[in-house]
């Protein structure tokens, strides 16, 4: 690790993380599969569907805690499949229980099966709910800048504006809300859905994200582990190219990349 690296650590829920890039674990062909993918992402926080993912609630089956540890990684239960506040809520207290008082979370609270798009009445309601008892909330939202604002202002410690619908792969539809988003918050913005190729993933970040959050770009490449390993670094070179400011751009100036003084012949 670089000083540069030390200095640009991601800062979440009172922890600092190295990597920017946060992978989900849905969809993978089994469990070995899935540990080689966050591998290949250096992925430190992975984050899991508690209603679809054993994590020992079910004894008799494969944990995925076997493959990826608490110990070596950040396990950030999420409420992927809850549809209410209530559920959400209910959902995240039993991984709390799970995972021995684990507070740190994901809420996802959906309006509809076909389109996954966040009901943020529901989200808003459960956000003020968890908030109050004691967890540390990073939101699933719509991109809509008020609503971001008031996820912060209850007291969520990252939002995370979709970028289109989950699973889509259409990448960053509207990244005019996003950089309003980015302007005015206080906490860290991350872009959590739509993410289907490296290149998106490298946009997020060049906007200015603080990271980005993906599973079926990973999951539903051919080769899953390589496109991990891409997407690794397309979140590297994205957030180096925010910070070190793209030029400006001058669409109707050409300007020269040689030298225009000292000239042969001149």
């Known amino acids: 690790m670089t000083p540069h690296d030390k200095m640009d650590s991601l800062a979440l829920a009172g922890r600092t993380f190295r990597s920017r890039l946060l992978v989900g674990t849905g969809k993978y062909r089994d469990f070995a599969q899935t540990r080689a993918a966050v591998d290949a992402s250096g992925a430190e926080i992975v984050t899991v ?6 994590i020992g609630q079910n004894a008799n089956e494969p944990s995925l805690l076997e493959f990826l540890p608490p110990s070596r ?3 950030l239960p999420n409420t992927a499949g809850c549809y209410t506040a209530d559920d959400a809520v209910r959902t995240l207290r039993l991984a709390r229980e799970l995972l021995d008082g684990h507070d740190f979370v994901k809420l996802e609270v959906l309006g509809d099966p076909a389109t996954l798009f966040p009901n943020m009445v529901e989200t808003l309601q459960a956000a003020e709910v968890l908030v109050k008892d004691g967890f540390k909330v990073m939101v699933y939202c719509s991109d809509d800048p008020i609503l ?3 996820l912060e202002e209850i007291g969520c410690c990252a939002v995370m504006p979709l970028a289109s619908l989950i699973g889509s792969g259409m ?5 005019w809300n996003l950089q309003i988003i980015i302007a005015n918050a206080k906490v860290p913005v991350l ?3 739509g993410v289907g190729t490296a290149s998106d993933a490298a946009i997020a ?3 200015g994200c603080d990271g980005v959050l993906m599973n079926t770009a990973i999951a539903g490449a051919s080769d899953p582990v390589l496109m991990a390993s891409a997407m690794r670094k397309a979140v590297e070179a994205g957030r180096e190219a925010f910070l070190a400011g793209r030029m400006a751009k001058k669409p109707y100036c050409a300007a020269p990349s040689s030298p225009t003084t000292g000239l042969i012949g001149r």
Request: charged share 25%.
């Open 148 to 150: 971001a604002r008031r």
């Open 49 to 54: 569907a508690i209603r679809r993912t054993n």
């Open 73 to 75: 990684f950040t396990i």
């Open 205 to 207: 970040m060049e906007l």
């Open 171 to 175: 990448g960053i539809l509207n990244p």
């Open 191 to 193: 872009v959590d859905a």
